[in-house]
């Protein structure tokens, strides 16, 4: 599998799978409180989670995406760098609300091993990536 292909693939294990239980994992704590947000982040966790499988298979198997890598990119298609930057966004401000306000102990067993998975995947993946982008730039 060229590099390229790996690199999309690794983006979408460590970055987009992680950001969409970061939302899926908000939702249900918010579910209680605030059901409207809640029940939105949830279908929102979902959607994006549907959209990275799909695109996690197109680059598989065809070597390109088949689909937005978020539904707030696929919504500003005119704008699609916009949309993913304001799904990063949404991203981090979920985690800081999480773990700023203490609301991680209010997740079902279950749901804080994936939060915490995610957390992993995702600070090693940026570190990961990081990195390769900066021997990519010096070059050989």
Not at 45 to 51: I, N, S
């Amino acid at each position: 599998m060229p590099p390229s292909r790996r690199r999309v693939l690794f983006e979408i294990a460590t970055v987009g799978l992680p950001f969409c239980v970061f939302k899926v994992a908000t939702g249900l704590v918010l579910l209680p409180r605030v059901p409207a947000l809640g029940w939105a982040l949830i279908a929102l966790g979902v959607a994006d989670a549907v959209l990275n499988v799909s695109n996690a298979g197109g680059v598989a198997f065809t070597g390109r995406r088949a689909v937005p890598v978020c539904l707030l990119e696929a919504v500003l298609s005119r704008r699609r760098e916009l949309g993913t930057a304001l799904d990063v966004g949404l991203a981090f401000a979920l985690v800081a609300t999480m773990v700023g306000f203490g609301l991680l102990r209010e997740l079902p067993a279950t749901a804080l091993q994936g939060w915490d998975a995610a957390v992993v995947l995702n600070v090693l993946g940026a570190g990961a990536l990081r990195v390769v982008s900066a021997l990519r730039a010096r070059g050989p």
